[in-house]
């Protein structure tokens, strides 16, 4: 046992083997503290690493938190995407449709308006005599398509008025020209037939017997007067008898094509019950003007509306 020890350290020590004894002991307590020492350092090495890796972990859940939450925000706009993608094709499909449809109508109302611009720069032309028939199945084509604005057409009426309907409108012996400021006949006028005698050239109250009405002398002042009413032979507060056909040439004479196109457009609103006959006679007014032939042109619209009104009641 002697020799085991190293020479350095045996002669350090006691020679009493008791003293020996309790110096061993206190080596090795010391080398026990030391030895916990170093273990609890450890210990608090570990558990401060702990504590860290519980921080990051709970970061990690609440970013795993925040992008669950992501996921499910862009899973429902997803879902609204595809169904918005389902409901526009829908509304694609019903949009092309209607661009068909519209597109169709629009080529039949441009098939109207060449057919009836056609109509009425082949009665200004000279030499062309249509029948009666043939004016009137025209004249009745043109106002239930551009005036009638009531579906069903009325009962027959009988009295002074009564007989006298849409083919009035058309019949050209049934409705006196008056004259105009721009030299033209606006109330009316119209091509006599082929075997047909012409109309005679003097006051609207001659004519008025050709519509049922009785024929009377109109009073002196029938042509000094400028009472609208008293030029145009009928009695103040009655719309004077207007001839749609003439009336409608009358107006593609004395407005532009653009104007003339947007009067139309004008009255199939009206048909159409987008807006009421006070916007469309305020319409019509604008694009007349208050110049030249305007006013009576205005004049002969209101009164056409009115005429065509009455006969629908």
Known sequence: MATSLPTEVLSVLP?????????AARITQHALASKAQQLEQEGQQLRESLVQKQNHIKMLERRVSTLELELQDMAAKSKQAVEEAHRLQSEKSLLAETVKRLHKEVARLDAFKKNLLNHLNSEDE????????????????????????????????????????LRGMATAAATPAFPSTSGRPLYGASTPQAGQPPAASGPPYAAMTGMG??????????????????????????????????????ARAQLSYEQFSQFLHQIKELNAGRQTREETLRRAKDI??????????????????????GNML
Do not use: C
């Open 15 to 23: 020679v009493d083997p008791f003293a020996q004894l309790e110096l």
């Open 126 to 165: 000279p030499g062309l005599e249509p029948s009666v028939a043939a004016a009137d199945v025209a004249g009745e084509r043109l106002v239930s398509e551009v005036l009638s604005s009531i579906s069903k057409p009325p009962p027959p009426q009988m009295g002074v008025g009564g007989a006298y309907g």
């Open 213 to 250: 009405m009785p024929a009377q002398a109109p009073p002196p002042s029938t042509y000094a007067t400028p009472h609208p009413h008293a030029q145009y032979g009928a009695a103040p507060g009655s719309p004077p008898r207007v001839d749609g056909k003439e009336f409608f040439r009358q």
């Open 288 to 309: 007349f003007g208050m110049h030249g032939a305007g006013p009576e042109m205005y004049m002969m619209f209101e009164a056409l509306l009115s005429r065509q009104s």
